[in-house]
């Protein structure tokens, strides 16, 4: 098998696990989405330090004493992936997993907007054309649900402006999860103590699976993490920026025909919109793959695929 093949199977394997999130967290009520997310932090930092330590990997950890800009980078991304974890657990949670599907996918065009505000980078025609899909897309699911799709618009946000903070550091992923776990974990211990005291604290309290299915919440955040980053460095980027289309067409079917969520005509109208801006995206960036051997051309953004979904 080559080096690329083996490649997609690890990044099939990440977005697959990454699109049946849904059922795993599902299995953590009752406890609140507040203490779930606690508790996948607390868990994320120990198997993370259980694994750097086999590494014997701490080195990083003085490059980031030494830079207190990069320290406060990965501060912001911990505080953004925070919310992106807490408001898809809740998403699920509150019988919303279509509308968290619905912020996966509309994240590569958020990301293309962030990166012409927020790095003054240029989009070209179709990039355009595609955030003005998107826009009617969000606008008809706005009067379908009667609000703004907010889950899905905070997911995307979030992970958008995460992706653009951890465009300009280094860290590899597990070193990178293990700081920006790190960074929420003395919170999310301060509330696993406090709901505990109070006698509101679910872990312990449910069954022998449902405790196990919470400390095991921290390998399951950190498993599709490295499968992801042995696919990134074995697959070409057009390769994984179609892969990771793959989570949230698994959730949206797991929302659709595990949890029977509704999908009314002017919904299915909304995401057939998000779906052609996406076409029209992907034909973009693989249109602009073959031109990059023509020569330099003027900065223009780019889907961030490095980044996982989650």
Do not use: C
């Not at 051997?293 to 989650?310: D, F, I």
């Amino acid at each position: 098998m080559s080096d690329e093949r083996r490649g997609y199977l690890y990044g099939l394997a990440a977005y697959g696990m990454w699109g049946f999130f849904p059922i795993y967290f599902k299995h953590l009520q009752p406890a609140s989405p507040l203490e779930i997310l606690a508790h996948r932090v607390i868990w994320s930092v120990v198997f993370v330090s259980l694994l750097l330590a086999a590494m014997r990997n701490w080195v990083f950890l003085k490059r980031l004493f030494r830079s207190p800009k990069l320290l406060g980078g990965l501060a912001l991304a911990a505080l953004l992936i925070g919310v992106n974890w807490g408001s898809y657990i809740y998403g699920v949670n509150s019988n919303r997993v279509v509308e968290t599907a619905l912020g996966y996918f509309i994240t590569p065009l958020v990301i293309m907007l962030l990166g012409v505000t927020v790095m003054r980078e240029r989009m070209r025609a179709l990039q355009w054309v595609a955030v003005g899909i998107g826009a009617i897309a969000v606008a008809v699911l706005t009067i379908d649900y009667g609000h703004l799709p907010y889950i899905a618009l905070l997911l995307a946000a979030s992970f958008g402006t995460y992706s653009l903070v951890k465009k300009r550091m280094s860290l590899p992923p597990a070193e990178g999860l293990f700081v920006e776990s790190a960074v929420l974990a003395l919170p999310a211990l301060a509330y696993v103590a406090w709901l505990t005291s109070a006698g509101d604290g679910e872990f312990g309290h449910v069954s022998a699976t449902h405790t196990a299915l919470m400390i095991f919440s921290g390998l399951a955040t950190a498993l599709p993490l490295l499968l992801f980053a042995a696919a990134a460095n074995r697959v070409p980027m057009v390769g994984i920026g179609i892969l990771q289309y793959v989570a949230p067409i698994l959730q949206l079917a797991v929302g659709l025909l595990i949890y029977h969520e509704p999908m009314p005509p002017a919904r299915l109208a909304g995401f057939a919109l998000v779906w052609l801006a996406l076409i029209i995206f992907t034909v973009d960036a693989l249109r602009r793959r073959k031109q990059t051997a023509a020569g330099p051309t003027a900065a223009t953004v780019e889907p961030a695929t490095t980044l996982p979904p989650r």
